[in-house]
Each structure stands twice: as structure tokens, then as C-alpha cells.
């Protein structure tokens, strides 16, 4: 009688919060078995418990992404005990909010270590499973600020930029060897998840997204489809899309929305969020997929659900 095969393995740096914890458990519910890699204890416990509940296996494994050795071991122990890496994704990510001038060094510093080299670390060790097995496909969490830097967070658009180039060229030496190893790079907007309350703020107040929002859930869903096909490049939300056709053909007018949106849209205490900045060390509590910004967030993308149906119909997605 012919085995079952075992179902497929998906590791998630950064799976203890916010996207990377809402996009595990999106693998979960399709059955995928899930490693989770962060720096806290308690916020890995409770992504594995969520994990868990859902009936699948889960494994977790302490590492700083800005440590390419522990990284390593991290994903040694999740494929001893889950089975080879199908879809590696990174999710790991963090941010200062402030003037370029009024950033210290130390913390740019950490935002490009953490968001670029910290997906280039993860990156390495995913590779090194994947190639061998000439398959796999990793999953890069980028950001819409590429397609224009967001004032105030000088640090984090340039490692996203840097995360988007690498991408590409990392794509086209793969595609040189012929490898069936993918890439994939993902464009979210604004989401409503405790980056915000991770972050550290130079602005006077306490960080908080530009609008529009969108709770994880949305993001999480297009990266398990981005994972899925393999694409290169993957912008999710009609906004993201918008901005950066505008970018593109009008880029002074680009301009001056952002000047609208990135510096007068997070001006000014209105609505904002408790900092707890994890920046250089992680929450000793469990902070769950979810921000406080929830109230106007969108819970549905017409550009995602428009590429699931024809991901579906194409017999490439679910
Ligand atoms: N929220 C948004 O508006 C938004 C928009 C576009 C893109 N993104 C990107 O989406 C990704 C996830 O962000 P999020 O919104 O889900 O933020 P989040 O809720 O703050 O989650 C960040 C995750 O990264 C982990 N992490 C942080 N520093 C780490 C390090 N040095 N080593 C290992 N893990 C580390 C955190 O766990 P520990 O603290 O326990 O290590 C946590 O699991 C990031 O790359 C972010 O740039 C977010």
C-alpha cells in the first residue's frame, strides 16, 4: 500500500508576531507542518501553541537573524524534527521611526542588520537546503516603501530597497545554474500588526502605519500564494500597486504625497499604540498577530483575491 506524503515543511523567521505569525497559521490550516524562528521564548510558545491547536506540527528554534551560525542551527533543529524545508520565508523585521539626523547610528545600524542582513542571512541558510534538493522557493517580506522612501524611516527604506535589489539579482544567478530553487519577493502596505509598538520613535510620539491599513490576515494570505507560485515579485494591495505606477510616471507628484502621507501622516499623537520597542532585545510577553490599529484596518484585498481565483483556476494556488 503507498504511503501518504508527508505534508510539506514551511519555516518562518520573525513567526512569533504579526505577519510572520498570521502567515503561519494560514500555512497550518492548509495542512503545512511549521518551524517558527525568533529571539523571544514567550512570543515562539504562544505562535506554537496557536500553531498547534490547528492540528499540525510545529517546531520553534531561538535565533537573532543578525547571526548567520545560530540561524544555521536553527534550521538544522526544525528539519531534524519537522522534515526538509519546502518554503523558507522572511518575515523578520523592525524599524526606527525619527529624522534621518535624529536616528543614532547604533539603531540604523540595527534596522539594516536585522531587515537586509537578516534576510540575507536567512536567504544563505535556506539556499544551502534547497539547492542540494534543487527545489524549494523562499519568500521575502519586503515593503510598498520601496517604490519610494518614507521619510522618517530612512534606515528602513534603504534595507527594504536592498532586500528588493538582492532579490533580483539573486534570481537572475539562479536562473543562470538553472536552478528550480524561487525567490520571491512580496510588497505589503501599511499593517495592522505590534511592529509600531516594536519600534523606536524619535518622532516625539509613539509610531503608527500610514494609511490605509490592513490587517495581517491579507498579507498573510498573498504570501502563502506568493510561496505557492513562486513569482518573482508580488505586490500586495491595490494601493501598493497605485503608488507604484504614480512613483513611475510622476515621481513629483509622488513626492509630494509622500511628503503628505510619510511626514504629516504620522504627525501629531492621534491615534497611536504603547511602545514597547523589541529593536535590540525581543518582548518578554507574547504580543499575538495583531496592532491597535484595527478599527479602520481593511480585512480584504480585491488585488489578493482577484490573484487567488485566478491562481485557482489556473490550478496553481488555493
Ligand atoms: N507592519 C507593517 O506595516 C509592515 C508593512 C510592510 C512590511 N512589513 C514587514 O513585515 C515583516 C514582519 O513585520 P511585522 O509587522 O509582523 O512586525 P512584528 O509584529 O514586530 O514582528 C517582527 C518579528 O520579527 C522578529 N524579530 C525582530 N528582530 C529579530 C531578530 N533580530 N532576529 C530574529 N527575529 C527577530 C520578532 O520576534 P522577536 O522580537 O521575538 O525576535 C517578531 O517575530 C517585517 O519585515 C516588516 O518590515 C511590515
Not at 18 to 45: D, E, H, Q, S, Y
Not at 224 to 248: D, H, K, N, Q, Y
Amino acid at each position: 500500500m503507498p504511503q501518504p506524503l508527508p505534508s510539506p515543511v514551511v519555516i518562518i523567521t520573525g513567526g512569533s508576531s504579526g505577519i510572520g505569525r498570521c502567515t503561519a497559521g494560514i500555512f497550518a490550516r492548509a495542512g503545512w507542518r511549521v518551524g517558527l524562528i525568533a529571539r523571544g521564548t514567550p512570543g515562539l510558545a504562544a505562535a506554537a501553541d496557536e500553531v498547534r491547536s490547528l492540528g499540525v506540527a510545529v517546531a520553534v528554534a531561538v535565533a537573532d537573524v543578525t547571526d548567520s551560525a545560530a540561524l544555521l542551527a536553527a534550521a538544522e533543529t526544525l528539519e531534524a524534527a519537522l522534515g526538509p524545508v519546502s518554503v523558507w520565508i522572511n518575515a523578520a523585521g523592525n524599524g526606527v521611526y525619527g529624522r534621518f539626523v535624529d536616528v543614532p547610528e547604533r539603531e540604523f545600524r540595527q534596522v539594516t542588520e536585522v531587515t537586509y542582513l537578516g534576510t540575507v542571512n536567512g536567504t544563505r541558510v535556506a539556499l544551502s537546503r534547497m539547492r542540494p534538493r534543487n527545489s524549494g522557493t523562499i519568500v521575502n517580506v519586503c515593503s510598498g516603501v520601496v517604490f519610494h522612501g518614507l521619510p522618517l524611516m530612512t534606515s528602513y527604506s534603504g534595507a527594504k530597497a536592498a532586500v528588493r535589489a538582492f532579490g533580483q539579482a539573486l534570481r537572475v544567478e539562479l536562473a543562470f545554474e538553472r536552478s528550480r530553487v524561487r525567490v520571491s519577493t512580496v510588497f505589503p502596505p501599511a499593517v495592522n500588526t505590534p511592529f509600531f509598538a516594536h519600534a523606536i520613535s524619535h518622532m516625539g510620539w509613539p509610531a503608527r502605519p500610514v494609511p490605509p491599513v490592513y490587517q495581517p490576515d491579507v498579507i498573510a494570505r498573498a504570501i502563502f500564494l506568493a510561496a505557492r507560485l513562486g513569482r518573482p515579485e508580488m505586490i500586495i494591495s491595490g494601493t501598493v500597486s497605485c503608488f507604484a505606477l504614480l512613483s513611475r510616471i510622476a515621481p513629483v507628484w509622488t513626492g509630494l504625497v509622500i511628503r503628505r502621507l510619510g511626514v504629516d501622516g504620522q504627525r501629531g499623537p492621534q491615534q497611536t499604540t504603547e511602545a514597547m520597542p523589541t529593536v535590540f532585545a525581543p518582548s518578554e510577553n507574547p504580543s499575538g498577530a495583531y496592532g491597535t490599529f484595527g478599527r479602520h484596518a481593511r480585512r480584504w484585498s480585491l488585488q489578493v483575491t482577484l490573484r487567488r481565483f485566478f491562481a485557482r483556476l489556473s490550478g496553481t494556488g488555493n
